[in-house]
């Protein structure tokens, strides 16, 4: 053992969860947790917190601190570091309740057992006396044990949960409780701004929130412990084997999905196939695709060039496949004319569009027809047949853009996750069939609890071993960060609500106040939720 890290990870860490030793759950042990300095640390000039090398933790308590030295410092030193961090931690609990009761340290020579805040009273043994079957091994043992973690951590919670809580209807007069909540006057001038870059659907969306108000896969920071534990693990299960997760960044857009795309459009006979984007609902499937086709794709010329784009829109609602199939054709036909400026409506356009058709009709038995007025009034009909028909059309366009003229065919099927687990499943099959008829790439944003209740299923079970893309959430605080930057600038620069606002409280008192100060009160809201000085951080 030559320094503090081989100590810490062949001696302390084996040592803590080894079932011949502690055989405390390796999940429960947290590396290098940082711990930040509370307000008196600051006050004191503690610019920084505490990072001790292991903690435990149990139902979201701290329960042990264990903290290792290198063989060539004091196991006393490594016992008054271990106090010091219980110490901190311990002091941000109410009186008389500290989570953390023992703390342990190691220098790779010796240990140390003592309680948090005692200095006198102490187990201590040399490293060749911790054999299995040891005495002094058993009485650390009977410390160091899940059972009695399990029980600090019960305690700990009904020390948290005997308190005496007041709903605030119980307190209030039922005048009070039944009155409606009127219009916030104040905010009265902000609500036009504000719904512009919050709550509106993705294609109601201002192009400023896929240009500046975009959170990356790339700039996502760390959650707090347990909720950033949670996201990893659900990220883990969605990656096992078909699943990688999309790093939205970049200018040229996230490599793993272009590589789809290249592959599909450069393969020598067009075939079609349905690629899966899968995130939880709020996790930017819509807006990713939305930033892709208009941000990223102009900076590709070679997919730009040799693709034609199209977006189905899943707002509606279904009763049945019959009717998300008319959805589908309807949608796709609509999408590839406004995204690829082409028309389909007139007599030339749709001669272009059913030429092969036309033709083989034109050499049936109509050849034998002599009226010429009659045979351009079969004409007629034969052809707006065709173009009522929504997936002729359909069909057709397919034909023309990639038989015909060598383009990819890529569709993306979009809001499919808003819509119920029966519906979108019917949609997914209705995604396969679209594929066949059109032999484009149909990429398909579904909600990740479908995929993973329905994987082992039909028609999902068929995916299990594609490659498939999942899509992380963005930071929620950074994401209203970023669009409410956008709104203070349109605050700042908005001319319709001019140099000043006026709004009358109860009492009948107007108040009159500078419209740039609208921006502080936007600015309060946010603080309120993120800073950490606040209660509600932690909520």
Avoid at 152 to 165: K, L
Avoid at 405 to 413: C, P, S, T
Avoid at 437 to 446: F, G, K, M, S, Y
Wanted: proline letters at 4%.
């Amino acid at each position: 053992m030559r320094s503090e890290s081989d100590v810490e990870q062949k001696i302390l860490y084996p040592f803590l969860v080894h079932p011949s030793f502690m055989g405390i759950p390796h999940e429960w042990i947290r590396t290098k947790e940082y711990m930040e300095p509370t307000d008196i640390d600051k006050s004191a000039g503690k610019r920084y917190g505490y990072i001790p090398d292991y903690s435990l933790w149990r139902n979201g308590f701290p329960l042990l601190i264990a903290e290792a030295k290198s063989p060539d410092d004091s196991i006393a030193n490594a016992l008054r570091e271990a106090q010091l961090y219980s110490s901190r931690i311990n002091n941000r609990y109410p009186p008389n309740v500290n989570p953390i009761s023992y703390v342990l340290a190691c220098n790779g020579a010796q240990f140390i057992l003592a309680a948090w805040d005692s200095e006198t009273e102490f187990l201590h043994a040399k490293l060749e006396d911790m054999r299995p079957g040891a005495d002094i091994l058993a009485a650390y043992k009977s410390i160091l044990n899940k059972e009695e973690f399990e029980n600090r951590a019960a305690a700990m919670n009904v020390a948290f949960q005997t308190r005496r809580f007041h709903r605030a209807a119980n307190i209030l007069p039922g005048t009070v409780i039944n009155e409606p909540i009127g219009v916030n006057s104040f905010a009265q001038e902000l609500l036009p701004i504000v719904t512009e870059y919050f709550g509106q659907e993705v294609s109601d969306e201002p192009d400023e929130i896929m240009y500046r108000g975009y959170v990356t896969s790339d700039e996502r920071t760390e959650y707090g412990s347990v909720l950033e534990q949670y996201l990893k693990d659900r990220a883990r299960v969605m990656a096992e084997g078909t699943f990688q997760p999309l790093s939205t960044g970049g200018r040229q857009g996230p490599a793993d999905l272009l590589s789809q795309v290249r592959n599909y459009r450069q393969s020598r006979r067009i075939t079609g196939r349905v690629q899966l984007i899968v995130g939880g609902v709020g996790s930017g499937k819509s807006l990713f695709m939305k930033r892709f086709f208009r941000l990223n794709l102009p900076n590709l010329p070679d997919i730009a060039s040799k693709t034609k784009w199209a977006f189905i829109n899943f707002n509606a609602e279904y009763r049945g496949a019959e009717e998300i199939r008319e959805a589908v054709l309807a949608g796709f036909i609509d999408s590839f004319c406004e995204h690829n400026n082409v028309s389909f409506s007139t007599l030339e356009e749709l001669e272009a569009l059913f030429h092969h058709e036309i033709a083989q009709w034109e050499r049936g038995p109509v050849r034998l027809e002599t009226s010429k007025d009659r045979f351009n009034h079969e004409r007629y009909l034969f052809i707006t047949g065709l173009a009522k028909d929504k997936e002729k059309v359909v069909a057709a366009i397919s034909r023309n853009y990639t038989s015909e003229k060598h383009f990819g065919l890529v569709v993306i099927f979009d809001n499919v996750d808003k819509r119920s687990r029966d519906v979108q499943l019917a949609i997914f099959e209705a995604a396969q069939w679209f594929k066949d008829l059109t032999h484009a790439l149909v990429i398909v944003n579904l909600r990740d609890t479908t995929y993973l209740a329905h994987r082992d299923e039909k028609p999902l079970d068929a995916f299990k071993n594609a490659i498939n893309f999942y899509i992380r959430p963005p930071r929620f605080s950074l994401m209203i960060k970023k669009r409410l930057e956008l709104v203070l600038e349109k605050v700042q620069s908005d001319e319709k609500l001019g140099e000043h606002q006026s709004f009358t409280l109860d009492s009948g008192a107007q108040v009159t106040y500078d419209s740039k100060r609208l921006s502080e009160f936007l600015l309060s809201i946010y603080e309120s939720l993120f800073d950490r000085s606040h209660c509600l951080t932690g909520v």
